[in-house]
């Protein structure tokens, strides 16, 4: 169960509506109960129900059952598309162990509002429903442009081309290929040549395809992230 707060011994927790129902109308948890506990910070703990309360109910943390892990250094840049299919790459690439997922806005995005608070919420489900005490940070809608012109020093891009489609991946290997990663992935309508062309000529992009075919851009972040796994991850 995921928590915003500190955990330590003896710290006492308060559970949200939402949490309490489920623990004690749902699961029927009663005091004296255990429940695992993590706020993606502090590793996982053991706690125990003090209080069943269907609408505000609380457990007290008695110790740490394993440490705080973190994942290697990804971020997933991706422009939204369709609800649930946003939804969709979110989950995905908490599960995939993305570090960071960075919602943008390309010159063919047609979503130009994202509800960051929804998307987190989702990144912390598909943590709660792997098992890691990791939970992803998901910023705001950022323009594409912006994060090209700040992007952080040493920090390499995996740029997901569809008009590269057919050719072989194209991903450095693993020699000589140190450092954080990012992969980008765009629209239902792909890039634009402008992007392109400013993509194509930036030093830390790596121009990569996806296989024989036009994947849809929440399948194509599925197997990008696989891709880098595969062949780049630790
Ligand atoms: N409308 C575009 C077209 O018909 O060429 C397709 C865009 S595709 C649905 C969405 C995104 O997924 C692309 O911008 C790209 O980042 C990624 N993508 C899909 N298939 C790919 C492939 N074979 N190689 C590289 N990237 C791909």
């Known amino acids: 169960l995921f928590v915003d707060q500190p955990l330590g011994q003896g710290q006492p927790l308060a559970l949200t509506r939402e949490q309490s129902n489920y623990l004690f109308a749902v699961m029927r948890l009663a005091v004296g109960a255990e429940v695992a506990v993590f706020n993606g910070r502090d590793g ?5 129900v003090t209080q069943a309360n269907k609408k505000n109910g609380a457990l007290a943390c008695e110790e740490q059952t394993a440490p705080q892990v973190t994942p290697p ?24 162990g993305a570090r960071r997922i960075v919602p943008v806005q390309t010159d063919f995005t047609n979503s130009e509002r994202i509800r960051q608070d929804r998307l987190q919420a ?35 891009l995996m740029f997901c081309d569809e008009a590269r489609v057919g050719e072989t ?55 990008a992230m696989t891709l880098w796994q595969m062949q780049l991850g630790d």
């Open 122 to 156: 989702h990144a912390v489900e598909a943590a709660e429903q792997c098992g890691t005490t990791f939970v992803p940070e998901v910023t705001d809608l950022q323009p594409l442009s912006a994060v090209l012109d700040h992007w952080p020093d040493g920090r390499r």
């Open 73 to 96: 250094d990804l971020w997933l840049f991706f422009a939204p598309i369709k609800k649930a299919r946003t939804d969709f790459i979110v989950e995905k690439a908490a599960e995939m």
């Open 44 to 48: 996982e703990w053991r706690a125990r």
């Open 169 to 223: 991946a194209g991903l450095p290997p693993r020699e000589g290929a140190a450092g954080p990663w990012a992969i980008l992935i765009g629209p239902e309508g792909g890039f634009s040549e402008g992007e392109r062309t400013r993509l194509g000529a930036l030093d830390f992009a790596h121009t990569v395809a996806l296989g024989p075919r036009i994947l849809r851009a929440d399948t194509a972040a599925v197997a």
